[in-house]
Every structure is written in structure tokens, then in C-alpha cells.
């Protein structure tokens, strides 16, 4: 890109990562001003799909992280994928998310994540002590503390609950809190609510706990931070895109045409190809049973969710991590 164009690029990225918790609806109106002027970038695609599922925008989110995949050869925000799909009344889809991944090859925080949503998906058929089985994996137990423990714990602890467990919810509540230094988690106000403990204003202020632990598209439902460090590599041009803008800089007509389609509209083009593009090559076995026998060892990452833009490479403009 010319250098005028990375800078506005890098300052929308910016003010994307800037505003995603506080507004989401402005960081996705930033995210999408950034694609206008440089939707053949990877890490625009991205920051586009991660402001769209803050915003609530689930279609928009999995047209956009479904094309991030694809561009960057990455499988890093499957969970969110998934969770979209929850949103969106499908928790068939996110499972076969679950299913269809290689799990060898995917981070362990991304994995682990995945895991929690399917487990979620599973109680959102009415398949509860599925989801509980799901859970049992081998770092559930570990006696070393991961960033992911917390979370990991506190989705079991739920699940648990879900099931009438009250007694072992309670415990796993409790060993949750134990490790969740940050408090990435309420699993403190939990255990407190089942000791029966309430604190002045909750009932006012807050939204159930259950509410917020358990629904997809919560704040923090799925942590996902943005692949920052990819590389020149990992920007390939995705071959199947329109050319969308000259040596010069300047914006050509089909960018202009694409501005003016709403965000809405541009996610359903999107979503036309067949949804095994974000699907692997299939089942991978039950997942309730393996997950019941130890399952494989999985993370979490429970970090706030941030945009960031990689480094623009031609406009000297680097944007900002949060």
C-alpha cells in the first residue's frame, strides 16, 4: 500500500483495538473503515471478524474470521467461530467445529477454548452430563496452574451445576477462584451465592451469573487475542479477492461499491460457500467419550479480548497492542 493509505489503516486498527470493550459498535465501524482501504490484509480481516463478535454481529464475525483462515492459513479463533454459531441458535455447528478440528495441531489455548464452547453447545441440546464428561480432560486436575486453569475450572464448576452437582460445583467453584489471580472469572461471587451470601446491589446491577457464565456471545465468552506476530508471510493476497486498489493509493470503483454494501449484506455473500470450509475433514470419534476417558490436554487463554494491526509494512505506522 502507499503510505498515506497504511497510515489510516493503522489508525483505524488503533482505534478498533481502543474501543472494543468500552464500544464495540464504533471499534467494528473502525475495523470496517480499515477493510475499505485494505480488505486483501489478513490481519484487517481479522480485527474486522474479532470487533463484529464483540459487537454482536455473528454473521459478520464468521464471513470475517472464516476469510482470515483462509488468507493466513491460521485456525487460531475456531472458538469464537463456534460460539458464534451458539449465538445464532446452531450448537450443532459449533460441535461439529469441536469435532472437526485438529486439535494436535491447534494452540493449546485455543483448543481448551474450543473445548469449553462445545461443552456449551452440548448443554444448549439439553445434553448436560455430556458436557460435564466433555470437561473431565487431564488439565482439569493439573496441580500446576496454567493461564487457562481458571477457566477451564470454572466451566466445569458450571457444568456441574447445570447437572444439580451442587456440592461439586461448589468445590470446583472454590479451586477455580484459587487459581484465578486475575480475575478473569466471578468464580468468587459464585461460590459466594451458593454459600448464600449476597453482596448490596447485586440484584440491581448485575445480570444473573449463570446468564453471563453460560451465554454465548457474553463479554469474555471466548478470549481471543489476535495472531500479532505473523509475519510477513502470513498476509498471503487471497487469490480469490477482486483486485481492490492501485499502485497509487487510491481507492478503485469495486472498493467504493463495497463500501457502500452494508455489513449485513456483505457477511451473507460470505456465507454462500459451503460451511465445511470451516469444518475439518470430519468427526474425529465421539467426543463425549474421549473426553470422558481423559481427553487430550487442552488451555484456555483468558486474556480480555484486543485488536491489534500487525506492523503496516510500507506505511512505517505500527499499531498498538492492548
Not at 477457566?151 to 460445583?169: F, S, T
Not at 451469573?209 to 508471510?233: C, F, I, M, N, T
Request: net charge negative; aromatic share 2%; glycine share 8%.
Amino acid at each position: 500500500m502507499a503510505k498515506p493509505v497504511a497510515e489510516t489503516v493503522a489508525r483505524h486498527l488503533v482505534a478498533t483495538g481502543q474501543l472494543i470493550d468500552e464500544d464495540p459498535a464504533e471499534a467494528l465501524a473502525h475495523a470496517l473503515a480499515a477493510r475499505r482501504l485494505a480488505s486483501r490484509i489478513s490481519a484487517v480481516r481479522e480485527a474486522v471478524g474479532l470487533a463484529a463478535y464483540h459487537a454482536g454481529e455473528w454473521q459478520t464475525a464468521i464471513a470475517e474470521l472464516r476469510t482470515y483462515h483462509r488468507m493466513s492459513g491460521l485456525q487460531s479463533h475456531l472458538a469464537v467461530l463456534a460460539d458464534c454459531e451458539r449465538a445464532l441458535g446452531r450448537p450443532e455447528r459449533a460441535i461439529d467445529l469441536f469435532r472437526g478440528a485438529d486439535r494436535e495441531k491447534l494452540d493449546r489455548a485455543v483448543a481448551t477454548e474450543l473445548l469449553i464452547v462445545a461443552a456449551g453447545a452440548r448443554g444448549d441440546l439439553g445434553q448436560k452430563d455430556a458436557a460435564v464428561a466433555m470437561l473431565q480432560v487431564p488439565d482439569l486436575t493439573s496441580e500446576t496452574a496454567e493461564p487457562w486453569t481458571a477457566r477451564l475450572r470454572y466451566a466445569y464448576a458450571d457444568a456441574l451445576l447445570a447437572v444439580g452437582r451442587r456440592d461439586e460445583a461448589r468445590e470446583w467453584f472454590s479451586r477455580a477462584a484459587d487459581v484465578d489471580a486475575e480475575g478473569e472469572t466471578d468464580a468468587a461471587e459464585r461460590l459466594l451465592e451458593l454459600d448464600g451470601v449476597v453482596i448490596e446491589g447485586d440484584e440491581e446491577d448485575e445480570e444473573p451469573a449463570e446468564a453471563v457464565a453460560s451465554g454465548p456471545g457474553a463479554p469474555g465468552a471466548v478470549p481471543a487475542r489476535p495472531d500479532a506476530d505473523l509475519g510477513s508471510d502470513a498476509d498471503p493476497i487471497d487469490e480469490d479477492a477482486d483486485e481492490r486498489q492501485d499502485g497509487s493509493g487510491t481507492v478503485d470503483q469495486d472498493e467504493a461499491a463495497v463500501a457502500a454494501v452494508p455489513a449485513d449484506d456483505l457477511a451473507e455473500d460470505e456465507l454462500t460457500d459451503d460451511e465445511a470450509d470451516a469444518v475439518a475433514a470430519g468427526p474425529a470419534g465421539d467426543d463425549t467419550a474421549a473426553a470422558a476417558g481423559g481427553g487430550e490436554s487442552t488451555a484456555a487463554n483468558g486474556s480480555d479480548t484486543a485488536v491489534n494491526g500487525s506492523d503496516t509494512a510500507t506505511g512505517g505506522s505500527d499499531t498498538a497492542q492492548r
